[in-house]
Protein backbone atom coordinates (compact mmCIF):
# COMPACT_ATOMS: atom_id res chain seq x y z
CA UNK A 1 0.00 0.00 0.00
CA UNK A 2 1.37 3.27 -1.04
CA UNK A 3 1.94 5.99 1.51
CA UNK A 4 -0.55 8.98 1.85
CA UNK A 5 0.49 12.33 0.21
CA UNK A 6 0.64 14.16 3.60
CA UNK A 7 3.03 11.56 5.25
CA UNK A 8 5.20 11.71 2.08
CA UNK A 9 5.41 15.59 2.73
CA UNK A 10 8.99 16.68 3.90
CA UNK A 11 8.73 19.03 6.86
CA UNK A 12 11.74 21.50 5.18
CA UNK A 13 11.81 22.68 1.67
CA UNK A 14 15.12 24.40 1.01
CA UNK A 15 15.10 26.36 -2.05
CA UNK A 16 17.81 27.53 -4.29
CA UNK A 17 17.66 29.47 -7.44
CA UNK A 18 19.98 29.06 -10.29
CA UNK A 19 20.70 30.88 -13.93
CA UNK A 20 24.20 30.05 -16.09
CA UNK A 21 26.38 29.15 -13.64
CA UNK A 22 28.85 27.76 -15.67
CA UNK A 23 28.87 31.16 -17.89
CA UNK A 24 29.51 32.57 -14.17
CA UNK A 25 32.12 30.18 -13.05
CA UNK A 26 29.84 29.33 -10.47
CA UNK A 27 29.79 25.62 -11.13
CA UNK A 28 31.95 24.23 -7.99
CA UNK A 29 30.36 26.86 -5.50
CA UNK A 30 27.19 25.31 -6.66
CA UNK A 31 28.12 21.92 -6.33
CA UNK A 32 29.14 23.19 -2.39
CA UNK A 33 25.54 23.55 -2.36
CA UNK A 34 24.33 19.78 -3.20
CA UNK A 35 27.13 18.51 -1.13
CA UNK A 36 26.34 20.34 1.85
CA UNK A 37 22.35 18.93 1.26
CA UNK A 38 23.94 15.22 1.19
CA UNK A 39 25.69 15.60 4.13
CA UNK A 40 22.67 16.93 6.02
CA UNK A 41 21.26 13.49 5.85
CA UNK A 42 17.77 14.78 6.48
CA UNK A 43 15.03 12.58 5.72
CA UNK A 44 12.52 15.43 6.72
CA UNK A 45 14.40 18.49 3.81
CA UNK A 46 13.92 18.02 0.05
CA UNK A 47 15.89 20.23 -1.99
CA UNK A 48 14.03 22.75 -4.64
CA UNK A 49 16.54 23.80 -7.64
CA UNK A 50 15.08 26.60 -9.62
CA UNK A 51 16.53 27.25 -12.69
CA UNK A 52 15.85 30.04 -15.23
CA UNK A 53 15.83 28.40 -18.10
CA UNK A 54 19.56 28.23 -18.28
CA UNK A 55 21.19 28.14 -22.10
CA UNK A 56 24.73 27.69 -21.37
CA UNK A 57 25.07 23.70 -20.15
CA UNK A 58 23.66 24.37 -16.20
CA UNK A 59 20.84 22.59 -16.72
CA UNK A 60 22.55 19.37 -17.41
CA UNK A 61 25.05 20.09 -15.02
CA UNK A 62 22.00 20.06 -12.06
CA UNK A 63 20.69 17.11 -13.57
CA UNK A 64 24.23 15.67 -13.21
CA UNK A 65 25.22 16.57 -9.94
CA UNK A 66 21.24 15.46 -8.58
CA UNK A 67 21.32 12.19 -10.21
CA UNK A 68 20.32 9.75 -7.35
CA UNK A 69 18.97 12.01 -4.90
CA UNK A 70 15.40 11.26 -4.34
CA UNK A 71 14.72 14.25 -2.00
CA UNK A 72 16.19 16.64 -4.55
CA UNK A 73 14.06 18.41 -7.47
CA UNK A 74 15.24 20.27 -10.43
CA UNK A 75 12.86 22.59 -12.47
CA UNK A 76 14.15 24.83 -15.37
CA UNK A 77 11.43 27.29 -16.69
CA UNK A 78 11.98 31.10 -17.49
CA UNK A 79 11.44 33.65 -14.71
CA UNK A 80 11.66 37.46 -14.24
CA UNK A 81 14.62 37.47 -12.20
CA UNK A 82 16.62 36.30 -8.49
CA UNK A 83 13.18 36.41 -6.38
CA UNK A 84 10.39 35.28 -9.01
CA UNK A 85 12.55 32.24 -8.99
CA UNK A 86 12.34 32.01 -5.46
CA UNK A 87 8.69 32.53 -5.67
CA UNK A 88 8.53 29.69 -8.25
CA UNK A 89 10.57 27.46 -6.47
CA UNK A 90 7.92 28.05 -3.20
CA UNK A 91 5.15 27.11 -5.36
CA UNK A 92 7.13 23.45 -6.26
CA UNK A 93 7.82 23.02 -2.63
CA UNK A 94 5.55 20.62 -0.36
CA UNK A 95 7.59 21.41 2.46
CA UNK A 96 5.20 23.11 5.44
CA UNK A 97 8.60 25.29 5.85
CA UNK A 98 10.46 26.95 3.43
CA UNK A 99 14.55 28.09 3.73
CA UNK A 100 16.06 29.58 0.19
CA UNK A 101 19.45 29.05 0.26
CA UNK A 102 21.68 30.64 -2.26
CA UNK A 103 23.60 28.89 -5.37
CA UNK A 104 26.72 30.24 -3.48
CA UNK A 105 26.36 30.19 0.08
CA UNK A 106 26.05 26.87 2.05
CA UNK A 107 24.63 25.26 5.87
CA UNK A 108 26.37 26.32 8.73
CA UNK A 109 26.31 22.76 10.23
CA UNK A 110 26.13 19.01 9.04
CA UNK A 111 22.88 18.32 10.83
CA UNK A 112 21.40 22.21 11.26
CA UNK A 113 18.56 20.67 9.02
CA UNK A 114 17.78 17.97 11.60
CA UNK A 115 18.37 20.72 14.83
CA UNK A 116 16.02 22.76 12.98
CA UNK A 117 13.19 19.97 12.32
CA UNK A 118 12.98 19.05 15.67
CA UNK A 119 12.02 22.29 17.03
CA UNK A 120 10.06 23.22 14.40
CA UNK A 121 7.93 19.65 14.74
CA UNK A 122 8.02 21.10 18.72
CA UNK A 123 7.20 23.89 18.61
CA UNK A 124 5.80 25.31 15.09
CA UNK A 125 6.22 29.10 15.10
CA UNK A 126 5.77 30.90 11.78
CA UNK A 127 9.02 31.62 11.10
CA UNK A 128 12.44 29.98 13.02
CA UNK A 129 15.18 32.73 12.93
CA UNK A 130 19.36 31.97 13.29
CA UNK A 131 22.42 33.38 13.09
CA UNK A 132 24.74 33.24 9.99
CA UNK A 133 28.85 32.78 9.83
CA UNK A 134 30.71 34.81 7.20
CA UNK A 135 33.98 32.96 6.24
CA UNK A 136 36.46 34.62 4.31
CA UNK A 137 39.12 33.54 1.80
CA UNK A 138 41.89 33.50 4.18
CA UNK A 139 39.97 31.04 6.35
CA UNK A 140 38.85 33.85 8.95
CA UNK A 141 35.23 33.26 10.32
CA UNK A 142 33.05 35.84 11.90
CA UNK A 143 29.61 35.47 13.08
CA UNK A 144 26.55 38.06 12.41
CA UNK A 145 24.75 38.66 15.29
CA UNK A 146 21.45 41.45 13.94
CA UNK A 147 19.08 39.11 15.71
CA UNK A 148 16.79 41.79 17.44
CA UNK A 149 13.45 41.65 15.88
CA UNK A 150 12.87 44.94 17.38
CA UNK A 151 15.32 46.37 14.56
CA UNK A 152 13.33 45.53 11.60
CA UNK A 153 13.01 49.32 10.54
CA UNK A 154 16.42 49.91 10.37
CA UNK A 155 18.05 47.13 8.79
CA UNK A 156 17.11 42.90 8.35
CA UNK A 157 17.86 41.29 11.98
CA UNK A 158 18.80 37.86 10.27
CA UNK A 159 20.37 36.74 6.65
CA UNK A 160 17.31 36.04 4.48
CA UNK A 161 19.16 32.28 4.50
CA UNK A 162 18.98 31.37 7.98
CA UNK A 163 14.87 31.99 8.57
CA UNK A 164 12.78 29.33 8.21
CA UNK A 165 9.39 30.85 7.03
CA UNK A 166 5.59 28.60 7.01
CA UNK A 167 4.99 28.17 3.72
CA UNK A 168 1.48 28.99 4.02
CA UNK A 169 2.37 31.88 5.77
CA UNK A 170 4.86 32.96 2.80
CA UNK A 171 1.95 32.39 0.60
CA UNK A 172 -0.61 34.56 2.55
CA UNK A 173 2.01 37.42 2.43
CA UNK A 174 2.23 37.28 -1.96
CA UNK A 175 5.94 36.09 -1.72
CA UNK A 176 9.24 38.13 -2.67
CA UNK A 177 7.87 41.60 -4.16
CA UNK A 178 9.84 41.17 -7.47
CA UNK A 179 9.98 44.94 -8.36
CA UNK A 180 12.70 45.02 -5.78
CA UNK A 181 15.45 43.70 -7.48
CA UNK A 182 17.98 43.89 -4.42
CA UNK A 183 16.12 44.51 -1.11
CA UNK A 184 13.02 42.12 -2.11
CA UNK A 185 13.94 39.94 1.10
CA UNK A 186 14.15 42.65 3.11
CA UNK A 187 10.45 44.06 2.31
CA UNK A 188 9.26 40.28 3.03
CA UNK A 189 10.63 40.15 6.63
CA UNK A 190 9.40 44.07 7.03
CA UNK A 191 5.60 42.67 5.77
CA UNK A 192 6.21 39.23 8.11
CA UNK A 193 7.36 40.86 11.24
CA UNK A 194 4.89 44.01 10.68
CA UNK A 195 1.71 41.55 9.79
CA UNK A 196 2.47 40.21 13.88
CA UNK A 197 3.67 36.84 13.12
CA UNK A 198 5.57 35.32 15.50
CA UNK A 199 8.92 34.21 15.58
CA UNK A 200 11.10 32.28 17.29
CA UNK A 201 15.40 31.95 17.52
CA UNK A 202 18.04 29.56 17.65
CA UNK A 203 21.34 29.65 19.11
CA UNK A 204 22.86 27.49 16.59
CA UNK A 205 24.16 29.29 13.57
CA UNK A 206 21.85 28.21 9.83
CA UNK A 207 23.52 29.03 7.20
CA UNK A 208 27.26 30.21 5.94
CA UNK A 209 28.24 32.88 4.05
CA UNK A 210 30.76 33.04 1.97
CA UNK A 211 32.68 36.40 1.73
CA UNK A 212 33.04 36.69 -2.09
CA UNK A 213 29.49 38.44 -3.44
CA UNK A 214 29.12 41.52 -1.48
CA UNK A 215 26.79 43.29 -3.68
CA UNK A 216 28.96 45.92 -5.97
CA UNK A 217 26.21 48.41 -6.44
CA UNK A 218 25.97 50.38 -3.24
CA UNK A 219 23.78 53.05 -4.96
CA UNK A 220 20.79 50.35 -6.69
CA UNK A 221 21.49 49.01 -3.33
CA UNK A 222 20.52 51.84 -1.16
CA UNK A 223 17.43 53.05 -3.30
CA UNK A 224 15.62 49.96 -3.01
CA UNK A 225 15.88 49.92 0.76
Known amino acids: MSKSADTDAPLISVVTATHNLLSQGR?????????????QNCARAEHIIQDGASTDGTVAL???????MPRTTVISEPDGGLYDAMNKGAQAAKGEYLLFLNSDDSLASDDILNQAADRLEATKPDFLYGSTLRRYKDGGETMEKRMSLKAILQRMPFCHNSVFIRRDVFQALGGHDSQFRIAADYDLMLRLIGSGYQGERMDEPISLFWDRGATSDQDATGKDY
Do not use: A, I, N
Open 62 to 68: LHELTEG
Open 27 to 39: QDSFKGVVDCMQR
